[in-house]
């Protein structure tokens, strides 16, 4: 059985304790996981380590952290402090980010993700396994310190972004598992051969890799109003952050949608871009409408074949309440 997760808007949120009660509430609805992303809002960890003390059985994990603004021992000594504070329970998603965030936000060169997303994989392993840090790369060296507490049992998973055929490789080979952003449902399945000959790199099969899909969702009473959010987050990531999620809408067959949208958005027709989406695309990228409508577009989600989880992702538009009405309503 697919599980069903949960991915916060960490930063869209109007307080720390309004996300943290949106996590409290997926526990209780059944929820299997809640992911935290980090932007440029609120940082993930925070939210974390107080909703591991406010919960007991759900899972917890970062949906992304890029691999820029934290050191990879960072981010392994991060991953083991959450594994205890949670009991057990954190699984560490790591990720390259695009030059907009890591460059305007951070400061930080953006430069050859995926050798940087292996090495940070590979330290933080090392770190969480509580043996004395050694390695060579070609961003890191490192060499003589270990945890200066006890390791994580079990040692938490770690998961990688990513969206070009390369980067889905790296994460098939070298994490546990993948994290899909801004796929269509057709155009999933290649990504997932990408992913089937990296794990057969990494001599694993495709079932030792964890395939977590985030779908955009809204369910409302106001129907309309849920496509339009929909329509409007998807516009934005195609639209408004840089080429690559464009360029990844183009390799699933929808290359003059892709182009268009991007164009649009760039000239300042937001509402043109988004009506664009609405037109062709969200039926294909996300559940919206009303409860009947957007359950019934999610089961299709579900239905997927090479899925372990999806994330039930909500709009950067809606407000406290339609994310819970919404989390209510696509709950297991």
Same mark, same amino acid.
Not at 136 to 150: A, V
Not at 159 to 186: I, M, Q, S
């Given at each position: 059985?697919?599980?069903?997760?949960?991915?916060?808007?960490?930063?869209?949120?109007?307080?720390?304790?309004?996300?943290?009660? #949106?996590? +409290?509430?997926? %526990?209780?609805?059944? !929820? @299997?996981?809640?992911? *935290?992303?980090?932007?440029?809002? /609120?940082?993930?960890?925070?939210?974390?380590?107080?909703?591991?003390?406010?919960?007991?059985?759900?899972?917890?994990?970062?949906?992304?952290?890029?691999?820029?603004?934290?050191?990879?021992?960072?981010?392994?000594?991060?991953?083991?402090?959450?594994?205890?504070?949670?009991?057990?329970?954190?699984?560490?998603?790591?990720?390259?980010?695009?030059?907009?965030?890591?460059?305007?936000?951070?400061?930080?060169?953006?430069?050859?993700?995926?050798?940087?997303?292996?090495?940070?994989?590979?330290?933080?392993? #090392?770190? +969480?396994?509580? %043996?004395?840090?050694? !390695? @060579?790369?070609?961003? *890191?060296?490192?060499?003589?310190? /270990?945890?200066?507490?006890?390791?994580?049992?079990?040692?938490?998973?770690?998961?990688?972004?990513?969206?070009?055929?390369?980067?889905?490789?790296?994460?098939?080979?070298?994490?546990?598992?993948?994290?899909?952003?801004?796929?269509?449902?057709?155009?999933?399945?290649?990504?997932?051969?990408?992913?089937?000959?990296?794990?057969?790199?990494?001599?694993?099969?495709?079932?030792?890799?964890?395939?977590?899909?985030?779908?955009?969702?809204?369910?409302?009473?106001?129907?309309?109003?849920?496509?339009?959010?929909?329509?409007?987050?998807?516009?934005?990531?195609?639209?408004?952050?840089?080429? *690559?999620?464009?360029?990844?809408?183009?390799?699933?067959?929808?290359?003059?949608?892709?182009?268009?949208?991007?164009?649009?958005?760039?000239?300042?027709?937001?509402?043109?871009?988004?009506?664009?989406?609405?037109?062709?695309?969200?039926?294909?990228?996300?559940?919206?409408?009303?409860?009947?409508?957007?359950?019934?577009?999610?089961?299709?989600?579900?239905?997927?074949?090479?899925?372990?989880?999806?994330?039930?992702?909500?709009?950067?538009?809606?407000?406290?309440?339609?994310?819970?009405?919404?989390?209510?309503?696509?709950?297991?």
């Amino acid at each position: 059985m697919t599980d069903r997760d949960v991915f916060l808007p960490v930063g869209a949120q109007p307080t720390l304790n309004d996300l943290v009660e #949106q996590a +409290v509430h997926a %526990e209780e609805l059944g !929820y @299997d996981r809640v992911w *935290f992303p980090e932007t440029w809002g /609120r940082d993930a960890v925070t939210a974390m380590a107080i909703t591991a003390e406010r919960t007991d059985s759900i899972g917890i994990g970062t949906s992304i952290a890029n691999i820029y603004s934290r050191s990879p021992a960072l981010l392994g000594q991060t991953a083991a402090t959450l594994q205890e504070v949670s009991g057990g329970r954190f699984r560490l998603g790591v990720g390259p980010s695009g030059p907009i965030v890591i460059e305007n936000w951070h400061g930080e060169e953006f430069g050859n993700p995926l050798r940087r997303t292996r090495e940070t994989i590979e330290i933080a392993r #090392q770190v +969480v396994s509580g %043996e004395v840090v050694s !390695y @060579d790369g070609e961003y *890191f060296s490192l060499d003589g310190f /270990r945890l200066r507490c006890d390791a994580p049992d079990p040692e938490p998973p770690i998961d990688a972004a990513g969206l070009g055929p390369k980067a889905v490789e790296l994460a098939g080979r070298f994490a546990d598992g993948w994290h899909a952003v801004n796929y269509t449902r057709d155009g999933l399945a290649e990504r997932l051969e990408d992913l089937r000959r990296g794990a057969e790199l990494g001599d694993k099969t495709l079932d030792d890799v964890r395939v977590t899909l985030s779908v955009g969702c809204c369910a409302l009473e106001d129907g309309e109003r849920a496509r339009d959010l929909v329509a409007q987050h998807i516009a934005f990531y195609i639209g408004g952050m840089g080429t *690559f999620y464009r360029d990844n809408l183009a390799r699933q067959g929808y290359e003059d949608v892709a182009h268009e949208i991007y164009e649009t958005w760039q000239e300042g027709e937001k509402g043109q871009a988004t009506a664009i989406v609405k037109e062709q695309l969200r039926d294909q990228m996300g559940a919206a409408g009303t409860p009947e409508e957007a359950r019934d577009q999610f089961e299709q989600f579900l239905d997927m074949d090479g899925v372990d989880a999806i994330n039930v992702s909500f709009p950067r538009g809606a407000g406290p309440e339609e994310v819970r009405e919404t989390m209510t309503t696509l709950a297991p």
